[in-house]
């Protein structure tokens, strides 16, 4: 059984910056692709970014491209989400996600639902106030 728990949620203010950070336990992750996605308040669920097995094949969605970077510890079984210059509309449920077989670019069209994808965790609430 894999559990991934995010944090590093929080409130802050337009412009700052945050890190989130997914803690994975139960099995060694360093053969899954992983990645963050968001839920904003009354929309679904979107891919922000992904990340391979050996961290070097990064994918992000438009929106967060240049602004958020995506890392990996294999040794410490951890994802990361750095999150610079946040806007209003980056206030949502972050997600953290992982995934033996599809590659950082199809995990930029998963489902809203979630389907296929092997482990999710419940999610951290960032809040960006403008």
């Known amino acids: 059984q894999v559990l991934l728990v995010e944090s590093g949620g929080g409130l802050v203010q337009a412009g700052d910056s945050l890190r989130l950070s997914c803690a994975a336990s139960?099995?060694?992750?360093?053969?899954?692709?992983m990645a963050w996605f968001r839920q904003a308040p009354g929309k679904e669920r979107e891919f922000v970014a992904a990340i391979s097995w050996s961290g070097g094949s990064l994918y992000y969605s438009e929106s967060v491209k240049g602004r958020f970077t995506i890392s990996r510890d294999n040794a410490k079984n951890t994802l990361s989400l750095q999150m610079n210059s946040l806007k209003p509309e980056d206030t949502a449920v972050y997600f953290c996600a992982a995934d033996f077989a599809m590659t950082p670019q199809r995990m930029g069209v998963v489902r809203p639902d979630g389907y296929g994808v092997d482990y999710w965790g419940k999610g951290t609430l960032v809040t960006v106030s403008s």
């Open positions: 139960g099995r060694p992750l360093d053969s899954y692709t």
